[in-house]
């Protein structure tokens, strides 16, 4: 996700854009930069960071006066953050913004060096801003060359383009990513997302696909691929600034949960390539992995709980031996490093310190390393031997969620790559599962997002708990170390995670009238053994939260309290709905507690010291 801006009108241009970015930052913010119309040109600043650094810059460009101008702030996904990755891209012509992902930018690049473009940056935007001034070059018309332009990219898109030849004019124009325009008092905006707007006009128009709009500071008017006129409906927003954060939610948690399905779609769909996982990493797809003797996933909170989940797939799939650890722990513990095994190091933010730490452990000790991060070149990223990045987007709750179930997807596509590397699974049995991945994992997540007012119903009943417990088996319990994290940072009820079956050789003692127990029951091989521990604290008085597979609660007798039924999955593939059910209840609790869910005491995003 990126922030796009755009003004034009009677006003200087750059305070509004840099009012405008500050209120899109959490799309992403790894970069910044603004295009201003200026004189008989396009004047444009730039830089790698934070939008302050770019504001602090811009503090100096009191030259700057033109009402007509363009501005990004950036999450990168070609190209690490750089000033010279950063956005707008321009050409002597025109300077554009984007929002998107580019499928086809290398073939584009190709086009385009044989008209004698060349290229300063890594990134697909830089490819569609020569594009469109090719074909300005071509037709000397703005909307045409945007058109022209757009047919031959796939891929996702939201532009935003001013041209040198053409003041006070702004053209827009997307695919799949999102791009409002609005006309107010002051002049033409365009913009990613409402918060960008509401200072100007509470009215705005949500540009329909196929449709190039041209703003002029008086107007708005929208052009088909024809070039004809048409008319688009206005809509109306009655958020503050702070609501259209958040899209309405009234938590960036729960709406991170809500985005997890195109976060999947986004992270698996390009990952299967005829049917089999690819990961556009040259080791990663070749025959590389197959001499590793053994795999140590190491991370911290949600991440190391994601590796947890990654071993048993691991080992169920491919039958390597995978050993997870605690990051905190891993060097201190001089652990057994064999020269053919591979560290995965697991992490959204690519910062934690504890982790960093143990990859370089790791290195020192010759051992090759793969990361698994959600933000592109950061240090986690950058010192691993390679890198599989997760297109979730910006996680900006404290609570990790979405991030958590794209990391789940990642380390299955690696135990399906491995499987075929070792033998253990062929390759239509390969093929069966990323199809079933593609297929039913969104669609089991919405189904369980759409639970949402059920498990808000459901958490009432244990929002006042002091202590809870978490019990399931196998795949199940690993589940529950996760939720009961989630519950604990967010809700501050104290919880514990544990292996149903051990529950009986101690901590049962704890288990009196009314004590609140979850258990997770969608592993059917450990189905029945489950039924028996969850009748032994029945039996002492538990309250018992029973989430499990429809065909499981139809095949048994699952003794339950309250119910949740995990939305229809293949069972392999059961963890991803569960764990939204579990991140939902999690949510819901400490938002009926009236706690700050996605700020929670003693809490950062990244923990970035050990
Ligand atoms: C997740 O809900 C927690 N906030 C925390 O455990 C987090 O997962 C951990 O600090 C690791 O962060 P990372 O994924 O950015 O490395």
Redesign the pocket.
């Known amino acids: 996700m990126c922030g796009i801006i755009g003004y034009t009108g009677s006003q200087r241009s750059v305070p509004i854009l840099i009012d405008g970015l500050r209120t899109l930052e959490y799309r992403g913010y790894d970069s910044a930069g603004i295009a201003v119309r200026q004189g008989d040109g396009i004047s444009i600043v730039k830089a790698k960071g934070r939008l302050d650094r770019l504001a602090s810059l811009l503090d100096s460009r009191a030259d700057l006066t033109g009402g007509c101008g363009i501005g990004h702030t950036r999450w990168a996904t070609h190209g690490e953050p750089s000033d010279r990755n950063s956005h707008p891209h321009a050409t002597e012509r025109l300077a554009l913004v984007h929002n998107g992902i580019i499928e086809n930018y290398a073939e584009l690049e190709e086009m385009l060096r044989l008209q004698g473009y060349t290229f300063d940056s890594e990134t697909d935007t830089e490819r569609a801003a020569k594009l469109v001034d090719l074909y300005y070059r071509e037709t000397s018309d703005p909307v045409k060359a945007i058109f022209k332009a757009a047919a031959l990219i796939r891929g996702s898109y939201a532009f935003g383009v001013i041209y040198a030849d053409i003041p006070n004019k702004i053209y827009a124009m997307r695919r799949d990513s999102p791009l409002i325009v609005a006309q107010s008092k002051d002049g033409g905006l365009i913009a990613s997302d409402i918060p960008a707007i509401l200072r100007h006009t509470h009215s705005y128009y949500r540009l329909q696909e196929g449709v190039v709009a041209e703003l002029n500071g008086e107007c708005v008017k929208f052009y088909d691929s024809n070039l004809h006129s048409i008319d688009q409906p206005a809509e109306q927003v009655d958020w503050d600034v702070e609501q259209a954060q958040k899209g309405g939610y009234p938590h960036f948690m729960l709406k991170e949960i809500f985005e997890e399905p195109d976060s999947l779609r986004k992270t698996i769909a390009p990952r299967i390539v005829d049917g089999l996982p690819h990961f556009g990493v040259e080791q990663l797809d070749g025959d590389f992995f197959a001499r590793f003797e053994g795999i140590h996933i190491i991370?911290?909170?949600?991440?190391?709980?994601a590796g947890i989940i990654g071993k048993s797939i691991i080992e169920k799939l491919a039958r390597v031996p995978v050993n997870v650890e605690i990051?905190s722990e891993f060097r201190y513990r001089d652990p057994i490093l064999r020269k053919n095994d591979l560290v995965i190091l697991?992490?959204?933010?690519?910062?934690?310190a504890?982790?960093l730490a143990a990859l370089r452990h790791a290195k020192a000790q010759g051992i090759y390393t793969l990361a698994i991060?959600?933000?592109i070149g950061s240090s986690?990223a950058r010192e691993a031997d390679s890198v599989i990045y997760t297109w979730a987007g910006p996680e900006i709750?404290?609570?990790?969620?979405k991030?958590?179930s794209v990391?789940l997807s990642i380390l299955y596509l690696f135990a399906l790559r491995l499987a075929l590397l070792e033998g253990t699974m062929t390759e239509d049995e390969v093929r069966a599962v990323c199809a079933r991945m593609l297929e039913e994992i969104p669609a089991a997540v919405e189904k369980a997002i759409a639970m949402s007012d059920r498990v808000r119903d459901i958490a009432r009943a244990y929002m006042n708990a002091e202590h809870l417990f978490y019990i399931g088996r196998n795949v199940d319990y690993d589940l529950c170390v996760e939720g009961s994290?989630?519950l604990k940072?967010?809700s501050y009820i104290h919880s514990e995670a544990y292996a149903s079956g051990e529950l009986k050789h101690g901590t049962i003692s704890l288990i009196t009238d009314g004590v609140p127990v979850i258990a997770l029951t969608t592993i059917s091989h450990v189905c029945e053994k489950t039924i028996s521990g969850i009748r032994e604290v029945i039996s002492r008085g538990a309250r018992v939260l029973s989430i499990c597979s429809e065909s499981l609660a139809d095949k048994y007798q699952i003794p339950y309290s309250d119910q949740l039924i995990v939305p229809e999955v293949d069972e392999l593939l059961s963890p991803f709905p569960t764990v939204t059910l579990l991140q939902l209840f999690a949510y819901h609790v400490s938002a009926l507690k009236g706690y700050d869910v996605d700020k929670?005491r003693n809490?950062?995003?990244?923990?970035t010291v050990e």
């Open positions: 991370a911290c909170g949600t991440a190391m709980h990051a697991i992490s959204q933010s690519g910062e934690t504890d982790t991060v959600n933000v986690v709750a404290v609570a990790s969620t991030a958590y990391q994290l989630k940072e967010i929670p809490l950062a995003k990244s923990v």
